[in-house]
């Protein structure tokens, strides 16, 4: 529910601020429309580090919690926002339940990592989940087939220009539990990996993990 709140917040300040401007035009650079950018639940993490964590305080929700979560950290002055001055990418699973977020630089900057991602919690276990699959679950269906990208800018990408049975891995290799996921709606995959070494490699992993 914690994180829920902090998407539907993070979605209103993308749509409803200067900054949220800044980010929807560099969105819109990368070839993302409106549409698809509403279908994704993408938002916009403010730039002042204790913005969420008023939010939170005062709906009366525990702090503590948001913290558990990896929405939140608590320092020496107390708790502040994990996220800012980033697109946030929400992580639902495959019931639409929202477990955890990528927050992702807009601005170029050296000294900030491109992605930070929530960390392992109670609720959140990346090796289990596949980004997108709420959404892909019918369109696999349909095709009975499912395509395989490497991340999450591929997803969105794919979906933008209609194609919508595809789904990645949350900044890890391939896992035992992602392939039984996928295998309780199609056996057919189509892996769609870079083209470089690591990406070659990274599919022949996939493979073997598929086969098994």
């Known amino acids: 529910e914690i994180n829920q709140v902090a998407q539907k917040f993070y979605e209103h300040f993308l749509h409803n601020s200067q900054s949220g401007k800044e980010a929807l035009e560099y969105l819109n650079k990368r070839g993302l429309d409106l549409e698809t950018i509403k279908m994704f639940g993408i938002g916009l993490a403010p730039k002042n580090h204790t913005t969420l964590t ?15 979560i990896g929405l939140l950290r608590n320092g020496k002055d107390g708790f502040y926002d994990t996220f800012s001055s980033r697109i946030m990418f929400p992580i639902f699973d495959e019931g639409g339940r929202v477990l955890g977020f990528s927050g992702r630089i807009y601005v170029n900057d050296p000294n900030q990592p491109k ?19 709420n959404n892909a679950i019918p369109h696999i269906r349909k095709s009975g087939r499912v395509i395989l990208c490497e991340g ?31 295998k309780k709606y199609t056996n057919n995959v189509i892996i769609c990996y870079d083209g470089d070494k690591a990406g070659i490699n990274a599919s022949k992993k996939a493979i073997k993990i598929f086969s098994r």
């Open 54 to 68: 008023k939010v939170l305080n005062d709906k009366g929700y525990s702090l503590t919690d948001a913290s558990d």
């Open 115 to 133: 992605y930070v991602n929530t960390e392992e919690t109670v609720i959140y276990k990346k090796g289990e989940m596949l980004y997108n699959l």
């Open 152 to 182: 999450q800018m591929d997803v969105i990408a794919m979906t933008n220009a209609g194609i919508k049975d595809v789904v990645c891995s949350l900044g890890t290799a391939l896992t035992n539990e992602q392939a039984i996921l996928l």
